[in-house]
């Protein structure tokens, strides 16, 4: 492999620095220090075995379980340039870079089919199934891009503002102290006796240091499920707002978009750039207008997301019409595990607010006695009624 | 190379039975002297790793578990403050200098080492299994970056301990929690997979040398195939031995030979209700046709 790098006149310390930085923008967590020690493993390893310094620089590179699935992907990609996405090779890697480092610039003035290859093209080599599960990372081709739905539109201040703030605020409503036990705590109200008779035995038993305790103040979690299918589609813009001001304001709280696929945004949405935020999700909202597989979307949740996403205090807030193409008996089977993991589901449905409406299509049918609050959610004003309630869950 | 395919040679020789991936990544910590962060589904055979090395290491195998709420007094050090005590009171007669006996107390013999102060002061390098670190608090992590980066310890009273010998480091994480990117860049990663079935029969031989090679052929198969099936928790490497194990004792020889008792044993390997009642004798028996 390296001999490959040599011929083409690159001195291998410069190649494994690019592809460090090649790694760098598939958002590895790698720098500097890494590229010598890769060249230092690449010493001992010796370079005539392709797949032992494969394996090797996999397991000095990579730190976690999406970099490790990733990484044969580019490590091909870059040293036998076989990635799936690089048809254009290095005309594109310019571009690619480009993009990477300025794109806030760059999406205000774009059009939008290449605004939205912003910060996904660069995504080469990763395949669209498991790219799109893994963490929201979608490799969208330009074509689709140029059909999606203009997530841009909504970006008017004071909209964003209003959605931020009442997010905000409906999290905060949910927050209640559920914590009995009693920890440690500097300036705690209440003497913890037993810590602090430990902590003065070197002291000869005398209490010199005293060890006060409190009840912590846990906020609770909030989990946010987001339908972004056909029949949401009026809404799901706003909603991506509220969604994004709870990510952005709250402390500890975790958002999935869903229509046939779940997709985990919370990164995305943390994005200060409002604009490039939501060209990232336009993106990821792939298939955007698509069926509604709630069911499936809830398992792979449940599989996959729930272990470590979830907590006994844990709000989960399901945003969706309930329009499911799945079978009800799948959705009552995953609420139910879903139950045993959290403190509360809320749904939130906004045709609850028209007039006459009746959540009698199967899947609400058979999700409904197993939500504890379900609400309107079909204008701001909605929004606010259910703050009350939630205060009371 | 040689190295590699020495080295799983030698942990076959100890009943593990590593994979390229894993062994390269073992490799790798051994020569470069850095700890190796492993992670994979519960009962894949982190921890076993780590035993298994200390065993072709032949050195002394020193374990962390890790719980919440784990503090530095559990895992660093702390002075044995009733034998401090007793210290000064029998020294009251002795006419000693405060500061003598202050030094007398603070000396190393009151002491207590706890296993990561135990790691370090070793006069050969022992194998250091921190385990399950992801159950450990963040602030346990931000100790650990510092040992682990420059192997030394440093104790107000006696000064900084240094690393006599540098410890081989193995930390396991089942992600429950997200570790910090400082911890997972001063380690090395593997991801350790559920074995396919050529490795599980591998190690189901190695584990139990008198079983019916046919019956392990088809334990091996099945249990792969029952990992597919959507459980709750799929059954690990351990789950398979003793699965194996109850076979053989009941006098089965071959799956398809006695479908009762196969579904009967089954409590070996699905460890709750919601399996246990998924895997009806239906799917059994398909899951035994497909190993057959």
């Known amino acids: 492999m390296s001999s490959e790098a040599t011929v083409q006149g690159a001195p291998v310390t410069a190649r494994v620095a690019g592809f460090i930085d090649h790694l760098r ?4 967590s790698v720098g500097p220090a890494e590229t010598q020690q890769a060249l230092r493993v690449i010493e001992t390893v010796g370079a005539t075995d392709r797949a032992q310094v494969r394996q090797s620089l996999k397991s000095l590179l990579t730190g976690r379980h999406e970099e490790w699935e990733r990484f044969d992907d580019l490590f091909e990609a870059y040293w036998f340039a076989r990635g799936r996405e690089r048809k254009g090779k290095a005309s594109q890697n310019q571009h690619q870079r480009a993009s990477a480092s300025t794109p806030s610039i760059w999406s205000d003035h774009l059009p939008d089919s290449a605004a939205s290859g912003l910060g996904d093209t660069r995504r080469g ?45 409906l999290a905060k409503a949910m927050r209640y102290r559920l914590s009995r036990r009693y920890r440690i ?25 005293l060890v006060n305790r409190a009840r912590p103040d846990k906020p609770v979690r909030i989990v946010v499920l987001l339908d972004v299918s056909g029949s949401m589609k009026l809404y799901s813009r706003f909603f991506l707002q509220f969604v994004k001001g709870l990510v952005c304001e709250w402390i500890d709280a975790d958002a999935y978009l869903f229509h046939t696929r779940l997709i985990r945004v919370t990164d995305a949405l943390k994005d200060k750039d409002t604009v490039k935020a939501m060209t990232r999700l336009a993106l990821m909202a792939e298939g955007f207008g698509g069926g509604t597989r709630l069911g499936e979307c809830l398992r792979v949740f449940n599989d996959r997301y729930a272990r470590r996403a979830l907590n006994s205090r844990t709000v989960f807030v399901i945003l969706s019409d309930g ?56 204008t701001l004003e909605a929004l606010r009624q259910i703050e009350g309630d939630l205060a009371r869950l | ?62 374990r962390l578990q890790c719980y919440e709420g784990l503090d530095a007094n559990a895992a660093i050090y702390e002075w044995n403050y009733q034998r401090q005590l007793l210290a000064i009171k ?27 102060l135990e790691a370090i002061s070793q006069d050969r390098s022992p194998v250091l299994l921190i385990d399950e670190i992801d159950r450990a608090d ?35 994480s089942n992600g429950t929690r997200e570790l910090s990117d400082a911890l997972r860049r001063r380690c090395l990663y593997a991801y350790v997979e559920f074995p396919g079935p050529e490795r599980e029969l591998a190690i189901i031989l190695s584990h139990m040398p008198d079983i019916e090679e046919r019956l392990a052929v088809q334990v091996a198969r099945f249990v792969r195939a029952l990992r597919k099936e959507d459980l709750e928790k799929a059954p690990g490497i351990a789950e398979t031995l003793d699965w194996a194990a109850a076979l053989t004792g009941l006098g089965v020889t071959a799956l398809d030979q006695d479908l009762a008792t196969v579904q009967q044993s089954l409590i070996c390997l699905l460890k709750t209700e919601a399996d246990a009642k998924a895997v009806t004798k239906e799917v059994t028996s398909r899951l035994v046709g497909t190993a057959a």
């Open chain 2, 90 to 116: 029998a020294s009251e007669h002795e006419q000693a200098s405060a500061a003598e006996i202050e030094k007398h107390i603070f000396s190393e013999d009151y002491l207590l080492r706890r296993p990561l």
């Open chain 1, 125 to 169: 080599g990763s395949d669209e199934e498991t790219a799109g599960e893994a963490a929201g990372r979608v490799v969208a081709s330009t074509q689709k891009a140029l059909a999606k739905a203009d997530l841009r539109h909504v970006a008017d201040p004071d909209e964003i503002a209003e959605a931020e703030r009442l997010a905000y605020r």
């Open chain 2, 1 to 62: 190379m040689t190295a590699i395919t020495d080295l799983k040679d030698r942990l076959a020789a100890v009943h593990y039975v590593a994979d390229d991936t894993l062994a390269t990544a073992l490799q790798l910590a051994l020569t470069l002297k850095r700890p190796l962060l492993l992670e994979g589904e519960a009962g894949v055979g982190k921890t076993e790793i780590a035993k298994a090395l200390s065993a072709i290491l032949d050195a002394r195998l020193i």
């Open chain 1, 25 to 28: 923008l598939n958002d590895f």
């Open chain 2, 138 to 172: 963040e602030e346990f992590e931000a100790y650990l970056l510092e040992i682990l980066s420059d192997f030394q310890i440093t104790i107000p009273e006696l000064g900084t301990v240094t690393a006599t010998s540098i410890p081989h480091v193995i930390l396991t």
């Open chain 1, 185 to 209: 705590a500097a300036d705690g109200p209440k003497l913890d006796l037993r810590r602090t008779i430990r902590s003065n035995i070197a002291h000869g038993g005398e209490p010199i240091t």
């Open chain 1, 323 to 378: 329009y499911d193409t799945g079978s009800p008996d799948l959705l009552a089977g995953e609420l139910k595990r879903l139950r045993k993991r959290v403190r509360r589901i809320v749904w939130l449905n906004p045709l609850l607010g028209w007039r006459d409406y009746e959540p009698v299509t199967a899947a609400m049918a058979a999700a409904l006695p197993l939500v504890d609050h379900f609400a309107a959610a079909n």
